[in-house]
């Protein structure tokens, strides 16, 4: 959807207003099948797309976040996506390629079936769709990537001179 925006009209955008952070996520919506284990598309069509959203908003640092967990019934019980570890490093990739920051939300989430032990805590922080986060759940993740995004300000703080 990225590559669709008009490049003269972002820069418009960026022309009028500061922005200093853009942040990607995008995922779960990629992992539609449950079989699915190739994303390597999905990489094809997200480089550009962060290339072009460097190069219409040079002042922002940009973050690339991965997919959160999201699970399917495989044998009669929900687990997480297969493919999940294989969309995740092609998020990495391309935030690696495009000189780009890279936050884990997966693994912030607790990894490997995180999505459906989320979804049976009492009070859960999923939906029982075993795919989004709820009220609480997304609260949680917020302030872990703030705080992931304040530990990391502070480390770069003591690196400087």
């Known amino acids: 959807e990225f590559a669709k925006f008009d490049s003269t009209f972002l820069s418009q955008v960026a022309a009028e207003n500061a922005y200093d952070l853009l942040i990607f996520q995008y995922g779960v919506n990629v ?8 994303f390597n598309w999905y990489g094809r069509t ?9 190069n219409c908003f040079p ?16 044998e009669g019980e929900y687990k997480s996506a297969i493919g999940i ?15 780009c920051a890279f936050y884990n939300l997966f693994v912030t989430m ?5 999505i459906v032990d989320w979804a049976s805590r009492n009070p859960s922080l999923a939906n029982k769709d075993y795919v989004h986060p709820n009220h609480r759940g997304a609260k949680l993740l917020a302030e872990y990537f ?3 995004i304040l ?3 502070q480390l770069y703080k003591i690196s400087q001179p």
């Open 31 to 38: 992992l539609y099948k449950p079989e699915d284990k190739n």
């Open 85 to 99: 570890d294989s969309l995740i490093k092609v998020q990495a990739a391309a935030a690696y390629q495009t000189d």
């Open 46 to 54: 997200l480089v550009p797309a962060v290339k072009k959203m460097k």
């Open 110 to 114: 607790g990894g490997k079936n995180s």
């Open 59 to 74: 002042d922002a640092d940009i973050v690339v976040v991965s997919t959160a967990d999201r699970a399917f019934r495989y």
């Open 146 to 148: 703030f705080q992931a």
């Open 151 to 153: 530990n990391d300000y």
